[in-house]
């Protein structure tokens, strides 16, 4: 696991590194800049010698004058626009600009640019590359003029851009920003923030590079992250072990209860990637009128067909049917293409009432049934949800606008609440578990964004959980392996082509792939 940090944790070394061990802010700055520089160079391509520095009245700006001066030293043709009076400058900002001033003097490829109207931003046009070095950790989420117009005026640019320790406009305790900065390349100054990595952060970061201000990474050790970027080995650590004695029955036995006369499609999808990832019994339980339809394309999952009164969707009555296997079973997942008649509402709060103890995962149109039911009318301890935000949002009863501008508050009320897990599925996915620990897939790309593609991933979990019985470990490497496919499928596609059922087919050889 990466550990993430907060903006308080990030002020707080600061200021450790100013009081406790002696170094000034000055010489702080002087490390970042450089750093800076060095990371810009390697991971830019100049198409001419000349760079943009845009700052503010803060620290950030300070950073930002600094990085233009190591710049110009080095030969390159430096604009600075500073997005602020002379007179707002202070301390090591004010320093470091002085120092930059001062050098103009005598290096005529600095120009230093006070922004007043509009038409200043003409300086920043044709540059090879723009370094956003405006607000930092200071913004709110919400920019106000003239920084917002300055912000939206940047993003229509096709020089590379690189923001300094955060773009302008995010902010970065809740990964929101309604107007930001939009990088190429974020240079996370001391430590990697969490805010950095979900949300708008992810939409809006591009690559993501920890930079050096000089402290000891064992400074970051006596903090206690609670959010965590999953890597690879981690997802491959939680992999569920096969010993030499196994069989089809110990080997984990999946339920899926899903698909209707309406979506009958989604009911494959999640026992064919149960069954593909290991788990050795997956039974497919669903309504009689779509057997034909469905058994074509299911691998080798047992199917127990339901009817009552000749409805073509789970109700209440049909678990008597379904008894035996429901208490055979390890894991219960529920939702994919169920449809959200009445009584499938009432068919899933039978199921809550009748088999407490159950493992259960419930993903589409359970999470909606819940909803309807209520989160406080039955036990939901170790329960596994998995909605995408739209789903989500329904789910707590609030504002889809107001769910998303902080998406770690309301995930973390939702386990508090529930004492479940929560697979917050989305660009990128994240797991909450029940102690509030947020864990932030690190694979993933847009070509997942395709019907189907959540159903193949309850049933990866739900093969995963029944396998080890370690909810915890099998979240991350569900979530990860899911999205690891569908990257190792750009190898040969786009991310236009990517289907769902490409991710499924490719489930085997991505796990070969992640063990390696």
Do not use: W
């Not at 050096?212 to 491959?236: C, T, V």
């Amino acid at each position: 696991m990466i550990s993430l940090y907060n903006n308080d944790q990030i002020r707080e070394s600061d200021i450790f590194a100013i009081n406790e061990l002696g170094i000034p802010g000055s010489i702080l700055m002087e490390n970042a800049s450089l750093d800076c520089y060095r990371i810009i160079c390697d991971n830019v391509s100049f198409k001419d010698n000349s760079v943009v520095i845009v700052c503010g009245k803060g620290n950030n700006g300070g950073d930002g004058f600094a990085i233009a001066r190591h710049f110009a030293v080095n030969g390159f043709k430096v604009n600075v626009l500073v997005i602020a009076a002379l007179n707002e400058l202070k301390g090591d900002s004010l320093l470091n600009y002085n120092i930059l001033n001062n050098l103009s003097l005598y290096n005529n490829s600095i120009k230093i640019k006070f922004y007043n109207t509009s038409d200043d931003l003409t300086f920043i046009d044709n540059s090879s590359c723009i370094i956003d070095a405006i607000l930092g950790s200071g913004s709110n989420g919400i920019l106000t003029e003239p920084i917002k117009s300055v912000v939206e005026y940047l993003n229509t640019q096709k020089s590379n851009k690189v923001a300094v320790d955060i773009p302008t406009g995010l902010n970065v305790n809740t990964g929101y920003g309604e107007v930001v900065f939009n990088a190429d390349l974020t240079i996370s100054l001391a430590e990697l923030k969490a805010g950095l990595f979900y949300g708008s952060g992810y939409q809006y970061c591009g690559k993501i590079i920890k930079g050096n201000i000089g402290l000891d990474k064992r400074h970051f050790e006596k903090y206690l992250p609670s959010e965590y970027l999953i890597e690879q080995k981690d997802a491959a650590d939680g992999l569920p072990l096969r010993n030499k004695t196994i069989h089809k029955y110990s080997g984990g036995k999946v339920l899926v209860i899903a698909g209707s006369e309406k979506y009958p499609g989604a009911a494959y999808l999640c026992a064919n990637s149960s069954l593909i990832t290991g788990a050795g019994a997956t039974t497919l339980a669903i309504p009689e009128s779509i057997k034909s339809l469905v058994f074509p394309k299911l691998l080798e999952s047992v199917v127990s067909a339901y009817s009552f009164n000749g409805l073509g969707f789970f109700t209440p009555e049909v678990l008597s049917q379904l008894d035996e296997v429901i208490q055979k079973s390890d894991v219960i997942a529920i939702g994919c293409g169920l449809g959200r008649e009445e009584k499938t509402i009432a068919g899933i709060e039978k199921l809550l009432s009748d088999y407490k103890n159950k493992q259960i995962i419930f993903d589409a149109d359970a999470l909606y049934c819940i909803s309807k039911i209520g989160l406080d009318k039955y036990d939901l301890s170790n329960k596994v949800f998995t909605p995408h935000l739209a789903e989500f949002s329904s789910l707590i009863n609030k504002q889809l606008g107001e769910v998303k501008k902080d998406l770690l508050k309301h995930g973390r009320e939702f386990v508090k609440k529930t004492n479940a897990y929560l697979v917050l599925k989305g660009a990128p996915t994240m797991i909450f578990y029940p102690n509030g620990k947020v864990f932030i897939n690190s694979t993933g790309n847009n070509g997942m964004a395709k019907f189907g593609t959540g159903d193949v991933l309850t049933g990866v979990i739900a093969s995963f959980i029944a396998q080890s019985g370690n909810v915890k470990k099998s979240l991350i490497s569900a979530v990860y392996l899911h999205s690891f496919s569908a990257d190792l499928l750009l190898k040969t596609k786009t991310e236009y082509g990517i289907t769902a059922g490409d991710i499924l087919k490719n489930l085997p050889n991505s796990i070969k792939v992640l063990r390696n």
